[in-house]
């Protein structure tokens, strides 16, 4: 909505919360329960202010129990689509259908309201899916209106920023690409060199973008090939990198070797991610060194192109010391101690969307916006169990099939990511009237626009039809094609 949001730890938002400009609170949902030792509570002077206040899920519990209501773990959990019907009217629910599909992902629910609150709306699985206190502006949430699942999550966000807070459309790309730029140029001293691990993905375009804006030619872009890329992925990246960006200085370096022996009989994911996230370190350490010698100026900083989900999945950093590690990104919880440079991440506040949306601005070209996000770990947390050269080239194989029957037939921009997974499994098959037993992929497709929460793609059955028939006949070692069809939550969109 272009509205600018800051996202505050909840043990450090009372200061925040004092100051002028902030035009409402949006307590966000959470793992914990309300009623647990130790678990967030409401900042002091949240209810001071006389600033509406939108509790969601967890922030509603939170905003119930705070005003004389009761929380109490749930019978029966709600996960996935619910739907929302309405018990009164509402400013937050305005023009709103009476009954909609709205995303649930709760264990806990509200068990009476406070004596001032009216019970606004409710779910087959939950008596108070929403309530209101509208004189003093304070409105609960059970369901997750931010994400895309929830039919009219986007309206009743849009009631409750614009409408209910007052707040302006001034928080737009052109002024997020402004502020990065400045701020860049006040962090980096003007004799530093710059290098920018960059993938070719669209997070590292944008964060190399931005960077170049502010530094000019200071900035040198690293592409690493760790053994862990999809089929041909080095040559094409570096060919579109040079096709979209021929000023860009870009230096290809083959780290294959270090990275497969760094996982040599490794089959722990999340230790997987951090012995890479080591070794891309080392890498660039190595690489900078060169730069420094080379240039003869000071080089301190590493440009990554880390996003917000990649934060709150790591559960890292100083502002999320009481979240819950989902994942370890390589780029966030896998970075050494011992590190040599600061890191600059311009991105680290913005999720996928909004990214793409500066990149349009940028002009990033569409081949580069639309590309399917790509881990850092690469192919390592797609092979579940040991990472072997044999067992990589299986997997480039099979991946290298799905996506291009997904180009072939148009369907590549129909979801929003898609990738195969190497099972740790073997299963019996029968293949030229013998038996096999051999080991299995698995499909993965999602429709997301901000990665945090996610649907499994529809595609036609005929298309993933062909797709395991050419995967059986073509690679080997292969005898058995399965499809994904889980959500976010409660699965994560990578199986590691």
């Not at 701020?183 to 931005?210: E, M, N």
């Not at 997997?395 to 037939?409: G, Q, T």
Request: glycine residues 8%; negative net charge.
């Amino acid at each position: 909505m272009q509205v600018r949001a800051e996202l505050v730890p909840w043990d450090r938002a009372p200061p925040r919360l004092a100051q002028p400009d902030v035009a409402g609170i949006i307590l966000s949902g959470g793992p914990a329960g309300v009623y647990e030792p130790g678990a967030p509570v409401l900042p002091a002077g949240a209810l001071d202010h006389f600033v509406p206040v939108l509790g969601i899920c967890y922030g509603m519990q939170l905003l119930v129990q705070a005003l004389g209501g009761r929380v109490a773990g749930g019978r029966n959990r709600e996960y996935g689509s619910a739907t929302l019907t309405h018990r009164a009217t509402s400013r937050l629910l305005q023009g709103v259908p009476a009954r909609s599909q709205v995303w649930m992902s709760h264990g806990d629910r509200v068990m009476a309201l406070p004596v001032d609150g009216s019970d606004i709306a409710f779910s087959q699985g939950c008596p108070h899916a929403a309530f209101a206190m509208e004189q003093e502006r304070l409105y609960g949430l059970q369901f997750h209106p931010e994400v895309n699942h929830t039919a009219a999550g986007r309206r009743i966000l849009q009631n409750f920023v614009v409408d209910i807070c007052g707040c302006k459309a001034n928080w737009t790309p052109a002024q997020v690409i402004q502020d990065s730029i400045l701020h860049i140029r006040a962090v980096v001293p003007q004799h530093s060199q710059v290098i920018c691990a960059l993938s070719g993905g669209v997070d590292s375009c944008v964060a190399a973008a931005l960077v170049h804006a502010a530094v000019g030619d200071r900035l040198v872009c690293i592409f690493v090939e760790n053994g862990l890329l999809r089929h041909q992925e080095g040559v094409s990246v570096m060919q579109a990198l040079r096709a979209w960006r021929p000023d860009l200085k870009v230096v290809a370096v083959d780290a294959s070797e270090d990275f497969l022996t760094d996982l040599a009989g490794v089959t722990d994911p999340e230790d997987k991610r951090k012995r890479i996230g080591r070794r891309f370190i080392r890498v660039f350490e190595r690489e900078m060194a060169l730069l420094v010698a080379d240039n003869e100026v000071e080089a301190c900083f590493l440009v990554q192109g880390t996003i917000y989900p990649d934060v709150i999945e790591s559960a890292s950093g100083r502002d999320e010391q009481h979240a819950h590690t989902i994942k370890t990104h390589h780029n966030v919880g896998g970075l050494p101690a011992d590190l040599r440079f600061q890191v600059l991440e311009p991105l680290r506040m913005l999720f996928k969307d909004e990214v793409r949306r500066i990149g349009r601005e940028l002009g990033l070209p569409g081949h580069i916006l639309q590309r399917h996000p790509f881990p850092g770990p690469g192919l390592a947390v797609r092979i579940l169990g040991k990472v072997t050269w044999e067992r990589l080239e299986a997997l480039r194989a099979a991946d290298h099939i799905f996506m291009s029957e997904l180009v072939k037939n148009d369907l590549y921009n129909a979801t929003d990511q898609a990738f195969a997974v190497l099972l740790p499994i073997q299963t019996v098959g029968v293949m030229g009237d013998g038996r096999t037993y051999q080991h299995a992929i698995g499909l993965r497709a999602v429709s997301t626009s901000d990665f945090m929460t996610a649907e499994w793609t529809r595609l036609p059955w005929d298309l993933v039809a062909e797709v395991s028939r050419r995967i059986v006949n073509e690679v080997p070692g292969i005898n058995r094609v399965v499809y994904d069809v889980s959500s976010k939550p409660p699965a994560t969109i990578e199986w590691e």
